[in-house]
């Protein structure tokens, strides 16, 4: 299939650039993986379409305060660090802008000295491998100095940086949100407790190459990046129970899907497994362990529309998009959702 095939019109001002003052108050488009049906709701109505037995798996990673503004110590330039991953401890990949004349050896400061960083490797995208220097402890200098990393289509600075994380939110290491998981409150998730719906998580620190578009012109062409994910085994024998009972399980967002179907490619039962998933979720992929998704409005040409497209059809998905650009729905990260079933 051709890139191209999964092309649509998006107005730029349906590019949500801020979230709603309350979690739940997001619109749900609901779609019928098998009739193609579409339905108009409020977020907070998805108790109505969710089952007692059913099994909802949410993505529990927190996002990290990973954009860092700091200086040259030679010449006093400005620099901007976003960390990626961890390689060892104090080391990072890191994307810098502007980068091309951070050479190796080069020495950036952050916060008037609380944080330094030695360029050690330039890598084959264009980031930098760092070494980071510091007094205390990593992570309360970046809660410190660091902001949030939100995607470059959202130009509007964010006041509460809890509004990107999800209130389930528990493991650091995201250099972006779950954003399906963004629409969830304490509240609604023990309304849904109380309705029988068993609630099991999963992690998957998500990388940034969920916001670039696919260049390939083929599906077959595009390789994804490479995410950390960790399943545990309770949240396994909740899904192998789910099953056996004859239930739904739900995965909020494409990460906790992505998850899902990496350690359902195993034979038997799931079990407890990690490591990195570079899976790649596109029509004509036969899905092993989710039965319906809670997702966002994602953008044109993107692997997250080919992931929903797998689950409902692309003639579907795109006739359901086309209809959220009709009614006015917000996309992308702090926009609306949709419950596909």
Known sequence: MRVEEFDFHLPEELIAQHPLEERTASRLMTLNKRTGEIGHHRFSDLLDFL????????????????RLYGVKSDTGAKVEFLLLKELEPNVWE??????????????????????????????????????????????????????????????????????????FSKHRGSAAAPTAGLHFTEDLLKQIEAKGIKIGFVTLHVGLGTFRPVSAETLDEHKMHAEWYHLPQETADLINATKAGGHRVVAVGTTACRTLETAGQKEGDLREASGWTDIFIYPGVEFKVVDALITNFHLPKSSLVMLVSALAGRESVLHAYAEAVREEYRFFSFGDAMFIY
């Open 94 to 167: 890191v994307l810098v802008r502007p980068g091309k004349k951070l050479r190796i050896g080069a020495q950036v400061t952050f916060g008037d000295g609380l944080l330094t960083a030695e360029v050690l490797e330039k890598t084959e995208e264009g980031g930098r491998i760092v070494r980071f220097s510091f007094e205390g402890i990593f992570y309360e200098i970046l809660d410190q100095l660091g902001q949030m990393p939100l995607p470059p289509y959202i130009t509007e600075q964010l006041e509460d940086q809890e509004r990107y994380q999800t209130v």
């Open 51 to 66: 089952q007692p037995g059913d099994a909802l798996i949410l993505n529990n990673t927190r996002v990290l305060p990973a």
